[in-house]
C-alpha cells in the first residue's frame, strides 16, 4: 500500500454541477512509498525527452533527463534509459543492484517483438515517416523492453495514457475512498491527446499495448489539420496543443496560451474557435462514455489544466443531455494529480 498524504476522494460530482474537484493535488516530489519499501525506478519516454528517478520510504530522488536518443542502432533508445537508471541511483545513493522494479511510461505507438514491448513513434524512429520527417535514424522501431528486461529483473513497460490512467484510479480523481474506480477514463489534453481506458476494473491494453488512441479518431475532413500520425483531420490534429499553434496562428494566436489570453480579454473570435474546440473534445468525451459506460472521465493535460475552469462546463455541456441512458450521471472532472499525472504514470506501473 501506498502513504497518501491526502483524504481521498469522495465527491459524487456529476456532470451537471458546475464546480471542480476539490484541489488536493499531491506533489511528487514530496511523494515516498511506505517505510521497508525497495526502490523503484520510474522512467518517462517522450518524443522530445525521458526522464528517471528513482523512488523509496526515502521520497523521489536522483531526477535525470536527456533529449530523448534518436541516433546510433535501434537500441539506442533502450541503452540510454539503462545508462540513465545508473546516474539516477548515483545521484541517489542508490545501488543499483537494490532497484527491484523498473516502471516505464513511453509515448506511443507500440509493437510486440517475441512479446516485447518496441516504440514505433513518428518522432522517434525515422524509418516511420521516412526521410521528409528530418530525423537522424532510419529506425522502423526503437527496442525498448528486450534491453531493459535484459539488465533488470521487473520490469513493466505501458503507454503514457495507461500510466496516467492508472496514477489517477490510484491517488487522482478516479478513486473513491481509496479504491480505484471500475469504470473510468483519463484523457490528457496537452502537446497532444491521448487516454488511458478502464472497464470492468480492467485496465484495455489490447493486442500490441495501443488501447487508448482515442486521439487519433477522424471526426472531420478538414485539409489543414495534418496529424504527426499521418491523418488528416483526426481529434488531435484539430485540438491538441502543437495543432492550435499551427492552424491559429495565421490568425494572430501563435499558441494555446495566445488563444485563451485573447479570449478572456473578450476577443470573440477566440471565443468561437475555444468553443469549436470544445465541440470536438466534448464529442470524443461522449464517444468514449458510450463505448465503453464508464462512470468517471478525468482531465488532464497542459492545455486543460491552465484552463479547466473555463474549458470544464463546455465540455459537460457538449455532452449533457445526448443519449441519456449513457451519459446521465457520468462525472466529467478534472485531474486529481494536476500536472503531476505524468510524474505518477510510470510510478502507478510499479508502486
Ligand atoms: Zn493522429
Known sequence: MITVAFAPLTSTESLFMTSNLPSRVISFDTFQLPAGSPPVAC????????????????????????????????????????????????????????????????????????????????????????????????WKTALLEAPLRAAFPQVRVENDGIGALEAERRWGALQVDGVPMAHCAYVTWSTGIGTGLCVDGHVLRGKNGNAGHAGHSFVVSNNDALCGCGNVGDVESLIAGNAIARRFAPLGYPDAAALFAAAYAGDAKAAALIDELCEIMGRMLYDLIVTLDVQRISIGGSVFWHHRDHLLPKLRAVVRGKMPPLTEGCEIVAAGLGLGVGDFGALALVA
Not at 112 to 129: D, R, S, Y
Open 43 to 138: 522512467v518517462d519516454i517522450g518524443g522530445t525527452k525521458v526522464a528517471v528517478n528513482i523512488v523509496d520510504e526515502h521520497g523521489v530522488r536522483g531526477k535525470v533527463t536527456e533529449p530523448t536518443a534518436t541516433t546510433g542502432n535501434p537500441d539506442a533508445l533502450g541503452r540510454q534509459i539503462i545508462r540513465l537508471i545508473g546516474q539516477s541511483c548515483a545521484a541517489a545513493g542508490v545501488p543499483v543492484a537494490r532497484i527491484a522494479r523498473v516502471g516505464v511510461a513511453a509515448c506511443g505507438p507500440f509493437v510486440l517483438n517475441q512479446g516485447h514491448v518496441e516504440l514505433a513513434a513518428p518522432n522517434i524512429c525515422g524509418g516511420q515517416a521516412g526521410p521528409a520527417r528530418g530525423l537522424p535514424n532510419d
